[in-house]
């Protein structure tokens, strides 16, 4: 059995090649035994060869991005001396050329996910929505066609600072509709989008794997009625004053206005490559099918493939199935 690992600024991932997968919400940043938590799992599991990517190398417990890699892959490297690092060009490498190359190993697990999927499809749009970011990834004859920095993904709508739950939702939208009339918003981390999805039922508490805004406050749970007094708090307001009729009507604007930017920036793709075919993944799945379904494009999602576990974890499973077909 070969273990993929994909670890991310807010959740490290992992899949082996014949199906396990398992997401843990485990925030970089706030210093926690990373090297603790991979070693229960892997001696759990005993896999015969690990492959790894590195995506929380911008975390800002870090100086710098290279500081990031290095720290996360010496945690790994003490723990799996042969372990396999998955690099911005397709390719896997050791401990040892990834301290003499750190910037080959920035935020590569989306072309782990787009190189797999390539050689099964050929032309496609994949779109990877997680709890904090969302790909959109053309590939045509099998090989992605995206910049190879977040910076240049960022620049060219193939990468968007949106998740399905930590999202600010204050960076969604700087206004929403009361009454049909517009109301601007307190720019404050009042609510996230985890709390706007369990209010509109598209999400359940089990789903809800981050921390709220602030879980340590009276409220701070992650009940529908926690959730909906974060919305109201939006507003400057409380459940009481507003009613739940309300908070729903200001959670299905704040839901459209995230969707209508993944709409543009996927519509721009499909003009960009002419590809018909979106392959949808992630946390966030049901919104992409969501989206590809309103611009009239055929879809493939990755749950009904493989499995609800290996979708919201899919770039963990790549590098496995990678790792295991060298």
Request: aromatic letters at 10%; proline letters at 3%.
């Amino acid at each position: 059995m070969i273990l993929g690992l994909d670890i991310g600024g807010a959740n490290t991932k992992i899949a082996s090649s014949n199906g396990y997968a398992r997401s843990i919400y485990f925030p970089i940043w706030k210093g926690k035994d990373l090297g603790g938590l991979l070693k229960d799992e892997i001696y759990r599991l005993e896999p015969e060869a690990v492959g790894v990517t590195v995506t929380c190398e911008l975390a800002d417990s870090f100086l710098s991005r290279k500081e990031g890699i290095l720290h996360i892959s010496g945690i790994i490297s003490d723990l799996l001396p042969e372990a396999y690092f998955f690099a911005i060009d397709g390719r896997f490498y050791d401990p040892v050329f990834l301290r003499s190359h750190p910037e080959m190993f920035f935020a590569s697990n989306w072309l782990a996910s787009s190189m797999f999927l390539g050689a099964e499809f050929e032309d496609l749009i994949f779109v990877d929505m997680g709890s904090t970011t969302t790909d959109i990834i053309p590939i045509l004859s099998g090989k992605p066609r995206a910049a190879l920095t977040d910076l240049e993904r960022l620049k060219r709508g193939e990468l968007i600072y949106t998740g399905i739950l930590r999202t600010n939702v204050a960076t969604v939208v700087d206004r929403v509709l009361v009454d049909g009339i517009p109301c601007r918003i307190a720019s404050e981390y009042f609510a996230i989008m985890a709390d706007v999805y369990l209010v509109l039922g598209k999400i359940g508490r089990e789903k809800y794997t981050c921390d709220t805004p602030n879980p340590y406050a009276s409220g701070g749970g992650k009940s529908r009625e926690e959730a909906s007094r974060r919305l109201a708090r939006l507003v400057c307001s409380d459940v009481e004053e507003l009613g739940m009729d309300r908070i729903i009507e200001i959670a299905r604007y704040i839901a459209s206005s995230q969707k209508n930017e993944i709409k543009d920036a996927i519509s721009s793709i499909y003009h960009r490559y002419g590809v018909d075919l979106v392959v949808c993944g992630g946390t966030g799945e049901f919104l992409i099918r969501e989206v590809a379904e309103e611009l009239g494009l055929e879809s493939i999602s990755l749950s009904r493939r493989y499995s609800r576990e290996i979708s919201d974890v899919f770039p963990a499973y790549a590098i496995s199935k990678m790792l295991e077909g060298r």
